[in-house]
């Protein structure tokens, strides 16, 4: 069966706030008498009443807009027949929906609409799931007066342009769902109507079609349309979906929850769920249409092993893949200690499989080697939080900012990297809350359709703590600190101390304009602005954390949220945008070498006791290894083996060559995983993994929330990954069994205080709890730190702003910063494999027009960037986006190598690398690529991506689907064959550049 939303015309009125009252109103229905808030439409409280008015205009996700008077109604003691959409209920109304009068009128107007519509019903894609059709048949229509031979709209074309939707034109009815859809829900404007009356036709953009008009392919319009108008080409191929399955995005750290709806295994569409509590039926390009991956050619389902990097891989089965992977690792550990090994846990898993992974350490390894991926992009929200507030989490919901009133936005892009949350916010700016965005880049809330930021602080990459103290210094200097919140809530010594640092002279916007570069009045008005514009919500994302002073930071914002008072209600907080789909989840089960899960420290003898005698094995109580410990101490031969689960450490972590020495100089790399990525070119063992359609578990979001990730199918590999695991760690000796995922989550709520509420059976009944769910908060916690801080009293900590060692040189003058784009999603392993690279075929560096003139770099000639540690050739786009001085580039495609220039500066308290500054030089072509490629491993990623991109500038010559399957054909080359073979020249020496893009061209030019 499919899952169907029950539609209830109208939204509910939205309360002064989330608890606030609601006066009631009484009224009867048919006869139904009902009691609805105040402002409630009457359609919708006919809908609560058990009838359902026909409609074509209107639907529940939207404001009424009362254009199709199919919901006529009659009122006792009024005249006419009111649009029951647009007619809110009054005390003691008196309302009929069914009337002989009404049939008529509705009936008229359907004739209306179906003489101008095609007669394809049996044919049509949306055969079964069309409104019109429903309508048709709810108004009894028989016959149409008027005939089909007057003037109509039938011969209108498609636009199919879009990648994953069609516009058929034909079919239109003019009901403007969608262009309200784009307006109301996404906030993106890219759709009008054209012309008037009879002539009024939809439109995207300025007379274009989908691809180039501003549209950013959400898909709102799409599930709005009551008609086959616009609909998903997977529907057009397949039909109507036959059976639903309620589950979570895989993507970003928002965890959409949609509607998997199937053909027997076949996703024929993923409709965002009306009821998902993160994003209450919206979605984004790429939760809605981008997962074709999971079914790509290039995934591999079967387990392989082999001897040694330059060998080929050998398929297996999953008992001689364990068997073979616990033989070397238990050989490693006698040889070179029960230190030698370890592995990183992915945030892109369950937290059932990061929590068997994290327990396979500490039990059948017998140490604490565990990390994640979260080191290199949000551990210093967790050092920062916990010290301020006493828990590593965001403080709201995100429901939270539809109460905000001024909205501090810090080192995030959220239209980009969060955007189903973005809508939610670009909702709040447009009814009128302010906006002040501190960033380096010009990203689009700075000034995008029907917003405008009250405050622009374009600073110095580096120099985010340098900000936070000067708006801080105003805050606290012009009296604007909120003191009775301080003297309730806050320690006061720690306050003292605080205020008196802030205040000092050399924290002042004035003092920091010459770090900064933001002039000083600037920051004054943002300070007073956020100070005493109401609710002050601060929310930010890897631009605070990946810096040389990420937890400085987080400390920071906590700082002054705290000074100012604001936190532990609505529309206030601080919160960190996630990035990926379960780094908070990966976090809380205890993926950090000193905590286990709950953010425990390793070495508190009760905690420990708990997990021991549960698992039956010892724990050791010193913390073990972080990422970069491993990388450096595989260098240094101390570092041998290593379980990689889900992630591409060979090109999301920085300085790529240090990382790919250090893989190379381990005996045995494991990688589990949907694809060969980078780092398997290093492995020796690959366990295949499964995609989220498959997954059995759950998912905890950016705000805590922890949703259920329900299979689809059954895994494509025929084993999940933590039974994988599982069979490991049995393997290595330490008896790990589960019949089910539901048992793993039922022992993470046994050891941890914060998940003893959490079972698969009550995320079931409530969708989706937030942590802490426990006795004293059975539901879940929306907002945290209501009446106090987790820790008791909220603690203030001096952040002396210490500049980055990362500076711009006579050698490197210009500063690199890096981001995500909307349609890829981090190192693109998933999304290059979508028709997303539609939108972004290719990382692309942003400079300056100055910066660029001065060079000779000109926008979409290539260019040679270059850094301390490395260099790569990006193709420029010459944009005011980036100031002069600074450059900044995504990190989606491993042909660009961003990570190969970004240097292991690293958070002085977390080692977060500090992706977000490197010093470079720009130069035009690519002349300088083959200038230092001293180091072995860099140089083979140097030639690899050579060779691809000559190889891209071949197939740029071609018509555009030969240049598509020429990629595609260099993925697979790249995947299966160049990477051996360029491994073996390499290491014997016996090729140069020159031979190897000769043979690349000569390879592609075969294979296309
Ligand atoms: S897909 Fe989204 S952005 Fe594009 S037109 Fe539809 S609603 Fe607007
Ligand atoms: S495209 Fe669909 S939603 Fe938009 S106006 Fe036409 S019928 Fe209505
Ligand atoms: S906003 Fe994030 S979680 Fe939601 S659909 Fe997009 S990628 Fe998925
Ligand atoms: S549904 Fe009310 S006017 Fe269209």
Not at 378 to 388: E, I, R
Request: proline share 5%; glycine share 8%.
């Amino acid at each position: 069966m499919t899952l169907m939303d029950h539609d209830l015309g109208t939204p509910a009125p939205k309360p002064s706030s989330r608890n606030g009252e609601q006066t009631e109103v009484e009224v009867t229905i048919d006869g139904v008498k009902i009691s609805v808030a105040e402002g409630t439409s009457v359609m919708r409280a006919a809908a609560l009443a058990g009838v359902d008015v026909p409609k074509l205009c209107a639907t529940d996700s939207l404001d009424p807009f009362g254009s199709c008077r199919l919901c006529l109604v009659e009122i006792d003691g009024r005249k006419g027949t009111p649009a029951s959409c647009t007619t809110p209920c009054s005390p003691g109304m008196t309302v009929s929906t069914q009337t002989p009068k009404l049939e008529r009128l509705r009936r008229g107007v359907m004739e209306l609409y179906i003489s101008d519509h095609p007669l394809d019903c049996l044919t049509c894609a949306a055969n079964g799931d069309c409104e019109l059709q429903d309508m048709s048949g709810a108004v009894g229509l028989r016959d149409v007066r008027y005939g089909y031979e007057g003037d109509n709209h039938l011969s209108l074309g498609k636009d199919t342009s879009n990648p994953y939707f069609t516009f058929d034109s034909s079919k239109c009815i003019v009901c403007n769902r969608c262009v309200r859809a784009c307006e109301e829900i996404q906030g993106t404007f890219a759709l009008t109507i054209e012309g008037r009356g009879f002539g009024s036709r939809v439109a995207a953009g300025f007379n274009g079609n989908f691809f180039d008009s501003p549209c950013v392919s959400c898909g709102a319009c799409v599930q709005a349309c009551p008609t086959a108008t616009l609909t998903e080409n997977t529907v057009i191929e397949l039909g109507q979906p036959r059976r639903t399955v309620l589950t979570t995005c895989a993507y970003c750290g928002v965890g959409c929850s949609f509607k998997a709806e199937m053909q027997g295994e076949t996703v024929v569409r993923m409709t965002p769920y009306k009821n998902g509590g993160a994003n209450e039926g919206h979605s984004c390009v790429k939760g809605r249409f981008a997962w074709g991956y999971a079914n790509h050619q290039d995934r591999q389902l079967e387990p392989m092993i082999r001897e040694s990097i330059t060998d080929e891989w050998k398929k297996v089965s999953f008992e001689e893949a364990i068997a073979y992977a616990a033989g070397r690792l238990q050989d490693i550990q006698s040889r070179h200690g029960k230190y030698s090994i370890g592995a990183i846990s992915s945030s892109r898993c369950t937290n059932e499989e990061v929590f068997v992974v994290q327990k396979m350490v500490r039990a059948a390894f017998g140490n604490n080697n565990i990390d994640t991926c979260a080191r290199v992009c949000h551990s210093p929200t967790g050092f920062g939080l916990s010290n301020a507030f006493g828990t590593s989490a965001g403080t709201q919901d995100f429901k939270s900012v539809e109460y905000s009133d001024v909205i501090l936005l810090i080192g995030a892009n959220p239209t980009d990297a969060h955007p189903v949350f973005a809508s939610r916010m670009k909702k709040r700016l447009r009814e009128g809350a302010k906006l002040i965005v501190v960033d380096p880049r010009k990203i689009d809330l700075v000034k995008t359709a029907h917003i405008e930021a009250s405050g622009f602080l374009q600073l110095q990459p580096g120099t985010n703590v340098a900000v936070i103290n000067s708006l801080a210094h105003v805050i606290v200097t012009e009296g604007l600190a909120d003191t009775k919140f301080i003297a309730e809530r806050c320690e006061p010594t720690e306050y003292a101390i605080w205020s008196e640092f802030v205040s000092r002279q050399e924290n002042s916007p004035e003092a920091m304009e010459a770090h900064t570069g933001v002039p000083a009045a600037q920051v004054r008005e943002a300070a007073r602005l956020f100070a005493t514009g109401g609710n002050g919500a601060i929310y930010y994302g890897l631009g605070v954390t990946e810096h040389s002073q990420g937890s400085t930071m987080v400390m920071g914002m906590a700082n002054l949220a705290m000074a100012t008072g604001n936190l532990g209600r609505d529309g206030v907080g601080v919160n960190p945008l996630r990035g990926q789909n379960n780094v908070q989840g990966s976090c809380d089960m205890g993926s950090f070498p000193h905590e286990l899960p709950g953010y425990r420290h390793v070495s508190d003898d009760a905690t420990r006791t708990m997990f021991e005698q549960l698992w039956g094995t010892a724990i050791q109580s010193e913390p073990g290894l972080r990422i970069p410990n491993m990388f450096d101490n595989a260098i240094d031969g101390n570092f041998k083996g290593l379980f990689v689960h889900g992630e591409d450490i060979a090109q999301s972590d920085p300085n790529t060559a240090h990382v790919e020495s250090a893989l190379s100089s381990m005996e045995c790399v494991i990688v589990q995983d949907l694809f060969l990525n980078e780092t398997a070119r290093f492995a020796h063992v690959f366990f295949p993994g499964t995609s989220f359609l498959e997954k059995d578990g759950t998912f905890t979001n950016a705000e805590r929330r922890i949703n259920r990730v329900r299979p689809a199918m059954r895994p494509q590999t025929g084993k999940h990954e933590w039974e994988i695991v599982c069979e490991l760690a049995n393997a290595l000796g330490h008896p790990m069994s589960y019949n089910e995922s539901s048992e793993i989550m039922d022992e993470i709520a046994a050891l941890t205080p914060t998940f003893k509420g959490v079972s698969f059976a009550r995320l079931d009944d409530e969708g989706s709890v937030q942590w802490p769910c426990n006795d004293a908060n059975p539901h879940g916690t929306p907002i945290m730190h209501k009446e106090k801080f987790v820790r008791g009293l909220g603690k203030f900590t001096p952040t002396p702003y210490v500049p980055t060692e990362e500076k711009s040189t006579r050698k490197f003058p210009l500063l690199l910063t890096t981001g995500r784009i909307l349609s890829q999603y981090n190192v693109g392993a998933q999304t290059r494999r979508t028709k997303n690279v539609a939108w972004h075929a290719e990382d692309l560096l942003e400079i300056h027009p100055s910066d660029a003139l001065e060079r000779g770099v000109r926008d979409g000639e290539e260019v040679t960037i270059a850094s301390r540690v490395g260099n790569t050739v990006l193709r420029a786009q010459v944009t005011e986006r980036v100031a002069p001085g600074v450059v900044y580039t995504t990190f989606h495609y491993p042909i660009s190598g961003a990570n190969v220039i970004t240097t292991d500066n690293s958070d002085w308290a977390t080692n977060c690398p500090e992706y977000k500054v490197t010093a470079v030089q720009v130069s035009p072509g690519r002349s300088a690529a083959t200038a230092e490629l001293d180091h072995p491993a860099h140089r083979l990623s140097a030639l690899v991506r050579m060779a691809n991109q000559i190889a891209r500038q071949f197939a740029a010559d071609s018509s555009l689907d030969a240049v598509k399957s020429t990629v595609a054909h260099l993925e697979r080359f790249w995947e299966h064959e160049m990477r051996v073979d360029l491994a073996r020249a390499v290491e014997t020496g016996s090729i140069t550049v020159d031979d190897v893009v000769v043979e690349a061209v000569r390879r592609l030019t075969v294979h296309a």
